[in-house]
């Protein structure tokens, strides 16, 4: 049994999460040097990137993508600034971006603006001739951080031992992890998943064993679970800095979710008060959140799901119908952007963008499309061939599964 301690830790980056929250709800770029002032970790770059003013920037990106050509595809996840989705050739979500890339063949390199995570995933799916270069190297996720491999290499390690002859453990990770994390449930029986087919693997993963740990996010889990039926007593968490998670063995035996401590840190600012709120103020108003909220918003929430289906219902829904929308600021803006005749707003009065997707400034995509014209490839994510194997049946088994 794995009995030593860890000194508990908050990633850094849910400490940095409100350095970007405002209250004027402009979200358009500065320089990189006045946005370093937020006082969060940025990487290191050449000082004429710095200095350059966002008009700069956008006329050398605009050139450098130009001079590259079909050589390579820019990928955008949902929540970056809209000086950067404006040079992508698909935005999306975190899957659906991965899926894109590997479809990309004839593509030398992919850019891929999002976190570290989906980077790893699209390096995972694409071929090993193509590279993917992720902007700035600290751009990673908060949530992610919250799963280090060493300790849930020890939480597995106590749970085979502790519930060895209690039925088996399936461990299912969510797509927010890293590929360290989706191989370890590659090679013992588990599967990945996306927060739009979550339900369907906690299925899967029920036909094969007696219990699930679900990594990295315990509201995703715990919501999960609840529409499935699951019951909130049969449901515990793990916390990676207590033996045993916190648990005596017998707890263990009796639960049949073992969530993880994780969590979202854009996600969780989302509150039952503020659905009043909203309610008090627009009585017509239908509340949509992401099924990263903690259980009681998704349940005062009118309707939950995935990034996709919340561009999707408010794309569909009447014209003149209000949405106040639980999930990222920089994506709740575009919908409203997209959809003039609605009335969008996010539940959260605050303006906080999700703090390392923020990270992709645009002074990083310069940097990385001249290092490529000059034949340099900077920040390439790639992952070693053991991990890329056992990551891919797991996400395989997700393919098969959905
Ligand atoms: S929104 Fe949350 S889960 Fe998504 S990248 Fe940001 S911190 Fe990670």
């Known amino acids: 049994m794995a009995t030593q301690l860890r000194v508990p830790t908050v990633p850094i980056t849910e400490l940095e999460q409100s350095a970007f929250c405002r209250t004027d709800e402009s979200l358009d770029s500065k320089s990189l040097a006045e946005e370093f002032d937020a006082g969060v970790r940025w990487q290191k770059l050449p000082i004429s990137y710095l200095k350059a003013r966002p008009e700069e920037l956008n006329i050398r990106i605009t050139e450098a993508r130009a001079q590259l050509g079909d050589r390579l ?3 955008s996840h949902h929540y970056q600034r809209n000086e950067i989705i404006k040079f992508a050739d698909l935005r999306g979500d975190s899957f659906k971006l991965s899926q894109y890339a590997a479809s990309q063949e004839e593509a030398e390199f992919i850019i891929f603006c999002g976190v570290l995570f989906m980077a790893e995933t699209a390096d995972l799916l694409s071929s090993p001739a193509q590279k993917v270069v992720l ?47 989706k191989a370890l ?3 013992n029986g588990g599967i990945v998943c996306t927060s739009s087919n979550a339900a369907a693997t906690f299925k899967w993963a029920f036909e094969r064993g007696d219990r699930v740990l679900f990594l990295p996010d315990q509201h995703l889990g715990r919501n999960t679970a609840v529409k499935l039926g699951i019951g909130l007593d049969e449901m515990l968490v793990w916390n ?48 949509i959140v992401h099924p990263e909220c ?8 009118d309707a939950n799901g995935s990034t996709e289906f919340i561009i999707d219902t408010i794309g569909n829904a009447p014209s003149g119908s209000v949405w106040a929308v639980g999930t990222e600021i920089s994506l709740v803006n575009r919908i ?39 034949g340099v490839v900077v920040n390439q994510i790639s992952v070693d061939d053991q991990t890329r194997e056992e990551a891919r049946v797991a996400l395989n088994r997700m393919l098969a599964v959905v």
């Not at 990673?140 to 209690?166: K, N, P, R, Y």
């Not at 990676?240 to 049949?256: I, Q, V």
């Not at 979710?257 to 009043?276: D, K, M, N, P, Y």
Request: hydrophobic share 40%.
């Open 336 to 374: 409203g952007q997209e959809n003039p005749d609605k009335t969008v707003f996010c539940l959260d009065s605050v303006v906080c963008p999700c703090s390392t997707m923020y990270r992709i400034h645009p002074a990083y995509l310069a940097w990385v499309l001249d290092g490529l014209n000059e």
């Open 135 to 181: 902007p700035n190297l600290e751009a990673g996720c908060s949530m992610a951080d919250m799963a280090h491999i060493d300790d849930v290499l020890d939480c597995w390690d106590d749970l085979q031992e502790t519930l060895s002859d209690f039925g088996g453990v399936v461990p299912i990770t969510y797509m927010n992890s890293t590929a360290a994390i």
């Open 73 to 75: 595809v820019v990928l």
């Open 185 to 187: 449930c590659g090679r």
């Open 240 to 287: 990676p800095f207590k033996p045993l998670g916190g648990h005596t063995a017998d707890e263990l035996k009796k639960a049949r979710v073992i969530l993880w401590q994780g969590h979202c840190s854009v996600h969780t600012r989302f509150t039952v008060a503020q659905i009043e709120e909203a309610r008090e103020k627009y009585p017509d108003v239908n509340v």
């Open 294 to 301: 903690f259980l009681e918003t998704v349940q005062a929430a």
